[in-house]
């Protein structure tokens, strides 16, 4: 007798990466189709407002269906609408978040819901932060880089013309949603900074993930939704361990910065806006893999193979021209500065990054090289 | 053979309050001749830079001082003055110890000194809660009605047009330092403001220190300085039990907002600054004991009591005219408030609050009365 294979219903698949810590802790769903179930919301306690942020991009296309998931759980829903764009990421955008919150009677029990991509995430988290000193809050990334990084681990904040996320709070959310799906209306640039972030979690952590990411790299920059499913899968599982194991960036955490120390500065340097966070950490990823080599950390081999994966991601590899002395005056700001001493993300090899201060002319020696 | 008595060095007699909180448990040390002493602010860690922020009353008489006792503990002492008062309690004032501390190289271990009263207090330690997502601060209040309340426990903020303290965070600092010296300076009318703060504590938590308050009313605002010091003592002993026991306000805390739903109200109705914070919360306080006593918790005589004792101190019985529409409307914002329903702290009886909804007009009955 021949057994017929039934048709299988494919059941949504959802994957639940958790993030450790203690009674804050809290669940990053992964998945196709959950920003619009009301179910993906659970961890939610139900009958309060809730007010959506987001921004004029983002809320056209997703804020309809977020409100509809969200009837069901809140008393009331209502919608911010913030400006697109990191040069908005300041406290003039965040009192539009203040004043709505006042304006519509939210208390101490209402939940703000960010939905788009870092900037909105950042800044709603620390609207929740600071609202009547801190109220709930959850995480629905839209962009490729809030799924994989900025909407896990409870950094909050907004830049200063100085500096970026100078002013900000620790502050976790509830849950975070990450909907694959909405992956799909991501434009091709966007995407691409996206995978800064991915390809950050190789190097620093996972080598393996970075070979993965190597052999992937065109699905991924194709869209393909299962090699975006395993990108996002694996950065949040990393992430979550490294944040598990140090929250407040004592130590550990700062790790997740590769990358950063240089992109700040060119993000600052430039204004804010002007090359995406993504593109900046992309370059300034090539820049710390040159500054580790120079350091006799890093083979000069392995500097060279990360600086092509950044390439072939479509990212820049080289800084804007906007001097040595700016580069490092900027720097000295950087939050992991200590005593006016810049501390550097390097690699210490392929697969392990470490925190340490390096002299101001082989800094200026990586500058040269990326383009300065 | 005669023993002849040795005449005795008076040693500076220092009384030092704890706040436990686990880990984040710190020292309220009260006294003369501290705030120049630089044995009071053992409890900082050594080397960093210190940024005191003060306003432009306080720092010519007592920054000077602090500088010197710091300057043998932080590498780098500098100094921000602010304006003075609470209208200056804002984002724009905030913002200027933000540039400063970025201006001057600050890092993640640089200590915040917040040298002032209640205003100068909470913007500082929510710099502090913000700068980085979080940089150390230390308390040195130098009024009555920061030394007895707003210095201990944690609340830093700034105000919103719609509502006081609406923006802020919960931030300990690593010590309070109270020096009864810097009371000297007290004008008349901010020494009455903080005997506001000190009355609370008896109807709240304390008969006997209210019997106590009754009987040494006129030595306290004759500023004698054992008064002042069992004052500020006792005040500092019944908070910290308070915060000890409920840091973030998610319950008992609330008690210590006696009289502030008025009180805030008449603040944000009449525009900060008008009226002083505690003349405000002395109103707010006969209000709130007419509120319990029409409720049916107080005896008429114990509101009245407390009335008197109220108006001996020299503060207002008798609300600003805002009409009973608004300050429901500002009352409905209060941090207190869940879904609309404002909800006050009201006397059960002299020595007990509890927090509860009252009907609007009752509430009314209440504003009529006292002069609305």
Redesign the interface.
Known sequence: MQVLATPKLRAPSIETVSIDLGERSYPIHIGQGLLGDPGSYDAVPRG??AVIVSNATVAPLYAAALEAALKSRH?QVELVTLPDGEDHKD?TTL?LI??RL??V?A???TVLYALGGGVVGDMTGFAA??????VPFVQVPTTLLAQVDSSVGG???IN?P??K??????HQPLCVVADLDSLRSLPARELRAGLAEVIKYGPIADVPFLDWIEAHLDDLLAGDPAALRHAVRRSCEIKALVVGADE?ESGLRAILNFGHTFGHAIEAGLGYGVWLHGEAVGCGMAMAAALSSRLGLLAESDAQRLVRLIERAGLPVRGPALGADRYLALM??D??????EIRFVVLDGLGRAVLRGAPDDIVRQVLAQHGD
């Open positions: 309060s407002m008393r406290w009192n203040f004043d006042l304006a009677g208390d101490r029990k932060a600071s609202f009547m000193r801190g950094k909050t904040g200063h100085r500096g996320n100078m002013i900000g709070a620790f407040r000295r700001a939050k992991k500065a200590e005593a006016g």
